[in-house]
């Protein structure tokens, strides 16, 4: 974590652990998924095997995605102070994107997804909800991955906030978003 590990100490990380894990498991049968930041990391972990020309997983699966450090996007504005989670971009949550990011540009693809080409993606699950901060990261992913001829599902939650989603266990939204994760990964991977 930043400060310690700035950019790209994350994505370098999970490239390692995703280059070891080809040398025994082939791409067909590996889906990568995550939340929040995890989410972006997903999308950031694709787009970095498509540089590196390595295979890409089979499938993706970004939650609640922080698809945009930058503050770009309308829920940025309308959520605000409507998340209750993530609350507001001004603060922590900005602080965190240019303390992770160091000097790089925001709008890196690297850091951004948002930005980056997705072009030969696999198929993409991508979850949020009306009230989340991330919203307008996801649509603008979703829309992306769309106009890319990716196939890409969106599941978009009432009167959800950031990743409350998956925080009850056995609330109705966390059953069906797992029992949706698991049929997408069942029909993806080989």
Same mark, same amino acid.
């Given at each position: ?60 699966? +970004? $939650?609640? *995605? ?6 770009? #996007?309308? @829920? ?5 102070? %409507?998340? /209750? ?62 106009? +890319? $001829?990716? *196939? ?6 009432? #009167?959800? @906030? ?5 925080? %009850?266990? /056995? ?20």
């Amino acid at each position: 974590m930043a400060p310690d590990f700035p950019y790209p100490a994350a994505v370098d990380d999970a490239m390692t652990v995703y280059r070891e894990l080809l040398k025994t498991t082939p791409a067909e049968k590996i889906g990568v998924f995550g939340t929040s930041t995890g989410g972006g990391m997903t999308l950031i972990l694709g787009l970095r095997a498509k540089a590196e020309g390595l295979p890409l997983p089979a499938a993706l699966a +970004a $939650g609640t *995605p922080w698809a945009d450090l930058s503050k770009t #996007g309308d @829920s940025y504005f309308t959520n605000e102070y %409507v998340d /209750n989670i993530l609350v507001s971009y001004d603060g922590w949550l900005g602080d965190a994107a240019r303390l992770y990011a160091g000097e790089h540009d925001l709008k890196d693809p690297m850091l951004s997804p948002v930005y980056g080409d997705v072009s030969g993606f696999p198929p993409t699950l991508l979850t949020t909800g009306t009230r989340d901060l991330f919203l307008s990261n996801t649509a603008r992913m979703h829309l992306k991955l769309r106009e +890319a $001829g990716v *196939p890409a599902d969106l599941i978009v939650f009432e #009167g959800m @906030s950031h990743a409350h989603y998956h925080m %009850v266990p /056995n609330a109705p939204e966390t059953r069906f978003h797992f029992t949706e994760l698991g049929r997408f990964f069942s029909r993806n991977l080989q």
